[in-house]
């Protein structure tokens, strides 16, 4: 059943100038570290389940966990709405309730960023499940946010090719 298959999109994470094509290696302090600096108040700041726009079909948001300084992780409540439909027992096929137009039906799915103390990459993992994904929401307020906060630079967001998992074992990432 395709709708039931569950995944992990892995993404490398780099920090880089505007206009400029060079990795900002990470560090504990300086350019290096602004994306590590940067995590907390972007996880806290989408982690309110607030709407502002009531037409918005799709809705997501953070339960950020506590995080160990280097990684970030917790749960994506992703859901949608914008249709009615009968939410009915699969066996005895009774009515359990009418959702409406304005429920939302929310999933969790886990997320973990690695932000390294050196290294030229991050990792962020996002879980799918069937067709539901997050990915490039919030890539783009990942990427919109960090370059709000920090003008003149920027994150790029690539999908992880497994042969740079022994530069990123060699940084002391835990996986």
Not at 81 to 99: A, F, N, P, V
Not at 149 to 169: E, V
């Amino acid at each position: 059943m395709a709708d039931s298959i569950v995944g992990v999109h892995i993404y490398t994470v780099t920090q880089k100038r505007n206009r400029k094509s060079e990795l900002i290696s990470f560090t504990q302090s300086g350019d290096g570290a602004r994306l590590k600096e940067y995590c907390p108040n972007f996880f806290e700041k989408y982690s309110s389940i607030k709407d502002d726009d009531s037409d918005v079909i799709r809705l997501w948001y953070f339960e950020p966990k506590p995080n160990n300084g280097a990684s970030f992780h917790g749960w994506i409540k992703y859901g949608s709405s914008g249709y009615e439909s009968d939410i009915i027992d699969r066996k005895t096929r009774e009515l359990l309730y009418e959702r409406k137009a304005s429920d939302v039906d929310v999933i969790p799915l886990y997320y973990r960023l690695w932000v390294p103390s050196s290294g030229d990459f991050a990792l962020l993992a996002l879980q799918t499940f069937g067709q539901r994904s997050c990915v490039g929401r919030v890539q783009s307020a990942l990427e919109s946010g960090f370059r709000a906060s920090n003008p003149g630079f920027r994150l790029d967001l690539k999908p992880f090719i497994p042969a740079q998992l022994a530069s990123f074992k060699q940084h002391h990432y835990l996986l």
